[in-house]
């Protein structure tokens, strides 16, 4: 059988870089995609240089357009696609009366519709193919909002409802769509307005990484359609 393939969004730096390098561990054909080249670059010779096999796609995941450009290009590298694993976030630290407008519509491009247009770009081949499995990072946020972040914890809220839903249409055809919400990550979108945090009470990437593969393995077989929120 021919290795598995990942498409991870995000997959520049932080939770997504680290659940490259989980998948490419193993023996996983990663598709990483982000907006940085340099990063997705830096992302790729990391898999690279533990043995792995790395495609970078510079894209926007919150154009429609460019999400389904990424999938063709993974069928065309492979011709199948395993897992989706939606993790590109944006978290404006704002609250909702002085949030300008540009930047909500930023954030639920990122954190709502990118979710939605790679869930839609990818199911027509899971379904052909037999199956498949979409992880889609939420956040501790959607049920413990934090002041500031209502807007981002809202998004993510909505991919936990999108999650549950989309699952129950995916039974049939053996597609399973999962969540994992994670309270604090040390990452730099956490360090830029929470410079202060200690690192002792954050996850590391690496906790999220393995959680996310985790949840493809066959004992989650039966979970479909959850969240699970892990924290310190």
Same mark, same amino acid.
């Given at each position: 059988?021919?290795?598995?393939?990942?498409?991870?969004?995000?997959?520049?730096?932080?939770?997504?870089?680290?659940?490259?390098?989980?998948?490419?561990?193993?023996?996983?054909?990663?598709?990483?995609?982000?907006?940085?080249?340099? %990063?997705?670059?830096?992302?790729?010779?990391?898999?690279?240089?533990?043995?792995?096999? #790395?495609?970078?796609?510079?894209?926007?995941?919150?154009?429609?357009?460019?999400?389904? +450009?990424?999938?063709?290009?993974?069928? +065309?590298?492979?011709?199948?696609?395993?897992?989706?694993?939606?993790?590109?976030?944006?978290?404006?630290?704002?609250?909702?009366?002085?949030?300008?407008?540009?930047?909500? %519509? %930023? #954030?639920?491009?990122?954190?709502?519709?990118? !979710?939605?247009?790679? #869930?839609?770009?990818?199911?027509?081949?899971?379904?052909? +193919? =037999?199956?498949?499995?979409?992880?889609?990072?939420?956040?501790?946020?959607?049920?413990?909002?934090f002041p500031g972040l209502g807007t981002y914890g809202a998004a993510k809220?909505?991919?936990?409802?999108?999650?549950?839903?989309?699952?129950?249409? =995916?039974?049939?055809?053996?597609?399973?769509?999962?969540?994992?919400?994670?309270?604090?990550?040390?990452?730099?979108?956490?360090?830029?307005?929470?410079?202060?945090?200690?690192?002792?009470? #954050?996850?590391?990437?690496?906790? !999220?990484?393995?959680?996310?593969? %985790?949840?493809?393995?066959?004992?989650?077989?039966?979970?479909?359609?959850?969240?699970?929120?892990?924290?310190?």
């Open positions: 059988m021919s290795e598995p393939l990942v498409i991870i969004t995000g997959a520049g730096r932080g939770i997504g870089r680290a659940i490259a390098l989980r998948f490419a561990a193993e023996r996983y054909l990663v598709v990483a995609v982000a907006r940085n080249s340099n %990063q997705l670059a830096e992302t790729a010779a990391q898999v690279e240089a533990a043995a792995g096999r #790395c495609y970078t796609h510079v894209a926007d995941v919150s154009s429609a357009a460019e999400v389904e +450009q990424v999938v063709d290009s993974a069928l +065309q590298w492979h011709g199948r696609i395993d897992v989706l694993v939606n993790n590109a976030g944006l978290a404006p630290l704002a609250t909702a009366a002085t949030m300008p407008l540009d930047v909500y %519509q %930023q #954030c639920n491009g990122v954190n709502i519709d990118a !979710v939605f247009y790679a #869930c839609r770009a990818v199911w027509d081949t899971m379904r052909r +193919q =037999g199956g498949g499995t979409i992880v889609n990072i939420s956040s501790l946020s959607a049920v413990d909002p809220a909505w991919v936990v409802a999108f999650t549950r839903s989309l699952a129950e249409e =995916g039974r049939a055809d053996n597609i399973r769509v999962l969540g994992v919400g994670p309270g604090a990550v040390d990452t730099q979108m956490l360090r830029g307005p929470f410079p202060d945090l200690p690192a002792e009470r #954050c996850l590391r990437p690496q906790d !999220v990484a393995e959680t996310v593969y %985790q949840m493809t393995m066959p004992a989650y077989r039966y979970a479909t359609g959850q969240t699970l929120y892990i924290c310190k």
